[in-house]
């Protein structure tokens, strides 16, 4: 009965290989959201979906795309791999556009 | 758009005694302001949260105190427990109507020391 779910939890893979990360949340909430946290530990939000609808992007590299098949699901791919990509990957939803959020438990990207 | 900044950084407490962990954000259109705290290798949790109409509000050990004037925000925990230990983030709330986000401040790791 986990509220937010992620899969991998761990994902090591070499430069320039495509990777996705995939979410689930059960809450019936209708936002959705994808955050990374670098290693000096800063959260900070990549996308959020309302409804399945994008509503931000914080000009983050096309090389990342996220699909939301439903409002229970939120993916995030991963195109042409970087270094600076490896950090923890965060989804997270909420009721309410920016209100209380729950967070899935992370997914480690490790690019070598 | 919307700027949190998180004062200290780092911050180590003897067990028992109380730390306090300061924001202060740019919008002042902002109104929601939560505190997450995060132990190592876990997910953020909300652990306390202030709306802009109300200026402080207690949760047992845990209190936040919010000056709108000042645009500025705390979080105190008094009677600290080593399981206090961990990263805490504040995070305000900003947007236009149908594109609101939360921008996070840049985490306080807290320490209490036995």
């Known amino acids: 009965d986990t509220a937010v779910s992620q899969t991998p939890k761990y994902l090591v893979t070499q430069m320039g290989n495509d990777k996705s990360i995939k979410c689930e949340q059960n809450?019936?909430?209708?936002?959705m959201y994808w955050y990374k946290q670098d290693s000096k530990k800063f959260l900070k939000i990549m996308f959020s979906?309302?409804?399945?609808?994008?509503?931000i992007n914080e000009t983050v590299p096309n090389r990342f795309s996220p699909k939301s098949p439903d409002k229970a699901h939120l993916n995030l791919h991963i195109n042409s791999l970087e270094l600076g990509d490896s950090a923890v990957y965060f989804c997270?939803?909420?009721?309410?556009?920016?209100?209380?959020?729950?967070f899935g438990p992370g997914t480690r990207l490790t690019v070598l | 758009g919307e700027n949190v900044e998180q004062h200290p950084s780092t911050l180590s407490v003897q067990e028992g005694d109380s730390a306090v962990i300061k924001c202060t954000y740019s919008?002042?259109?902002?109104?929601?302001f939560p505190w997450y705290k995060q132990e190592l290798g876990k997910r953020p949790q909300l652990i306390i949260d202030i709306r802009s109409n109300v200026g402080e509000k207690k949760d047992q050990r845990i209190a936040v105190t919010l000056n709108k004037t000042a645009k500025h925000f705390s979080l105190h925990i008094t009677e600290t427990q080593p399981e206090d230990s961990a990263v805490y983030f504040c995070a305000a709330s900003s947007g236009d109507f149908g594109n609101e986000k939360l921008t996070f401040g840049t985490g306080t790791r807290l320490t209490i020391i036995p």
């Open positions: 979906y309302n409804n399945k609808e994008l509503i």
């Open positions: 919008d002042s259109a902002s109104n929601y």
């Open positions: 809450l019936g909430h209708d936002t």
């Open positions: 997270a939803s909420s009721q309410l556009l920016a209100g209380v959020q729950f």
